[in-house]
């Protein structure tokens, strides 16, 4: 099976099928994580559609040596950035659309519960994985991005850095405050669930 790189390299030399190929391959995982970030399902087609008009206009230019996907995935977020600010508002999102399978959201999971704060094991039950999705639409933007990047994506800190423009260290400090803003809502949800059926 060929590589996205070669895909794209064939498609620059003129065999549109590859394109396709690309298109197809990226649709679940790119949509997913678009929809994500965005909240709404029709806006992250929109978005989806852009992100590939600009791989279709910029191929030429893309060095093949390189790895395609992080590339793809930066401009997709630079897509839904723009979009969000052209909008000035903040996104709802949900994170059980297109892309974010149980494995993906165990591997989230498992992070927040090796945090240094405590997140309990019930988090997988139906009813707290509603909250997770809840909690994670709450968040800010930039600490979203870095989130869904890095544990829904599995993208690599470094690779996170370069396809923001933020260094390393910013990428770190972000997720750990992401983990952190989690944790504090998670334990304020249940608390007042508690209260509430006390």
């Known amino acids: 099976m060929a590589t996205d790189e070669q895909l794209l390299g064939d498609f620059v030399k003129g065999d549109e ?19 994500r ?8 087609d929109d978005l989806f559609q852009e992100t590939f008009i ?25 897509k839904a950035r723009d979009y969000l600010r052209a909008n000035q508002r ?5 994170l059980d659309s297109s892309g974010a399978g149980s494995t993906q959201q165990a591997t989230l999971l498992d992070v927040m519960e090796s945090s240094e704060q405590s997140v309990p094991d019930s988090l997988m039950q139906a009813e707290d994985a509603q909250t997770v999705r809840k909690i994670v639409s709450q968040l800010p ?10 544990y829904f994506q599995r993208f ?13 260290g910013t990428v770190k400090s972000r997720l750990h405050a992401a983990l952190a803003c ?10 007042g669930k508690t209260r509430t059926g006390s």
Not at 37 to 44: F, L, R, S
Not at 182 to 190: D, T, V, Y
């Open 17 to 35: 099928g590859a394109y396709a190929q690309l298109v197809s391959r990226y649709q679940r995982e790119l949509f997913g994580f678009l929809q």
């Open 90 to 94: 903040r996104a709802t999102h949900s």
């Open 141 to 150: 933007s930039a600490y979203r991005e870095v989130l869904l990047l890095s």
């Open 54 to 78: 600009q791989v279709f206009r910029s191929a030429a230019g893309f060095d093949t040596s390189r790895r395609l996907r992080p590339w793809i995935f930066t401009i997709a977020a630079n």
């Open 37 to 44: 970030y965005i909240g709404d399902a029709a806006v992250a």
């Open 182 to 191: 989690f944790a504090e809502l998670w334990e304020a949800g249940h608390n």
């Open 156 to 168: 690599a800190y470094k690779q996170i850095a370069e396809m923001l423009g933020i260094p390393l």
